[in-house]
């Protein structure tokens, strides 16, 4: 009779570990959320970004920029900003993605900027990156 309870005990317990194994891996929305986020890749920053090494070089006020956003990341939530004030861009679809373009503001000269850009992706999940430049006079 002991020996029954006992494996009643164990057999309770295993299935209410397994239980919780299985509720810790599958409710987890933000592990899901994270890796669609991740689908959405900008690349090919045009100026280049900043780099004291490898491209130490001044950008004209009020020159062009551009980038590629993959296809994840959803049209109409792309924003751009500089130091806080929304630039104004151009976004067409291409086969490995999209094509942003804009322009820097004139008036910002003689500094170290961060174009900031914002995008929502799958799951209206936000995904955000940003490059360096450094601005002539």
């Known amino acids: 009779m002991k020996l029954q309870k006992v494996l009643w005990l164990v057999v309770a317990m295993v299935a209410y570990g397994n239980g919780n194994d299985?509720?810790?891996?599958?409710?987890?929305?933000?592990?899901?959320?994270?890796?669609?986020?991740?689908?959405?890749?900008?690349?090919?920053?045009n100026p280049p970004p900043f780099s004291r090494e490898t491209n130490n070089v001044e950008v004209k006020p009020g020159s062009n920029f551009s980038f590629?956003?993959?296809?994840?990341?959803?049209m109409d939530t792309i924003k751009?900003?500089?130091k806080g004030e929304s630039i104004?861009?151009?976004?067409?679809?291409?086969?490995?993605?999209?094509?942003?373009?804009?322009?820097?503001?004139?008036?910002i000269k003689g500094k170290y900027i961060r174009?900031?850009?914002?995008?929502?992706?799958?799951?209206?999940?936000?995904?955000n990156?940003?490059?360096?430049?450094?601005i002539g006079n």
Request: aromatic share 6%.
């Open 22 to 45: 299985v509720w810790a891996y599958g409710s987890d929305a933000s592990a899901k959320t994270a890796d669609h986020c991740m689908k959405v890749v900008v690349s090919d920053f």
């Open 68 to 74: 590629l956003i993959s296809r994840e990341a959803k």
């Open 80 to 82: 751009v900003s500089v």
């Open 88 to 107: 104004p861009t151009t976004v067409t679809s291409q086969q490995n993605g999209m094509l942003v373009k804009g322009k820097l503001p004139q008036e």
């Open 115 to 127: 174009v900031e850009i914002a995008a929502k992706g799958p799951n209206e999940c936000d995904r």
């Open 129 to 134: 990156d940003a490059w360096l430049l450094k």
